[in-house]
């Protein structure tokens, strides 16, 4: 049982990774179900609670990067109250038309509520292409974010 627990606890972990630029996984989830369930395998002896406990902080994090990262991009790139909107609105829905949907979702929910806004098309690009900036970096974040949570799990295994 234990070795079909840490089987699968790694797959979780893996496939936690791949949610993180896969859309149809939700990666943040599974990170933290595959520290759970590694922690489970060893009876909570080489990852404890605490190890536990940053998992889910760090499934958190990688959760609010995703949800803000277009958005901040947006603003960053000058965008106005209604860009940001467009470009939360653009998310949302992009979410249901799988990657290209929410690659695309917020650079034209920005660009079309900016244009809604000011008819300045050359303003309402700058915002949408704020929003895709964001959500490239937002993705390398999260992805950063999670071999931190692999690396504190793996120097938690190598320590015992």
């Not at 943040?28 to 179900?33: E, F, G, S, T, W």
């Not at 994090?61 to 653009?90: E, M, R």
Request: charged share 5%; no cysteine.
């Amino acid at each position: 049982m234990s070795i079909a627990l840490h089987l699968l606890g790694v797959a979780l972990l893996a496939a936690g990774v791949a949610g993180l630029v896969l859309p149809v996984l939700p990666g943040a989830v599974l990170l933290v179900l595959g520290v759970v369930t590694l922690a489970w395998a060893g009876h909570f002896a080489i990852l404890g609670w605490g190890t536990v406990a940053f998992a889910g902080a760090m499934g958190l994090a990688i959760t609010a990067v995703d949800w803000a990262a277009s958005i901040l991009g947006a603003k960053a790139f000058g965008a106005s109250k209604w860009a940001v909107l467009g470009s939360a609105v653009g998310l949302v829905v992009g979410m249901f038309l799988g990657l290209p949907g929410i690659v695309l979702g917020p650079v034209v929910g920005a660009l079309a509520f900016e244009y809604a806004k000011d008819p300045n098309f050359e303003k309402a690009l700058k915002a949408g292409v704020g929003a895709f900036v964001g959500f490239v970096l937002g993705s390398v974040l999260k992805v950063m974010l999670a071999f931190v949570l692999l690396g504190v799990v793996a120097a938690r295994y190598l320590l015992h």
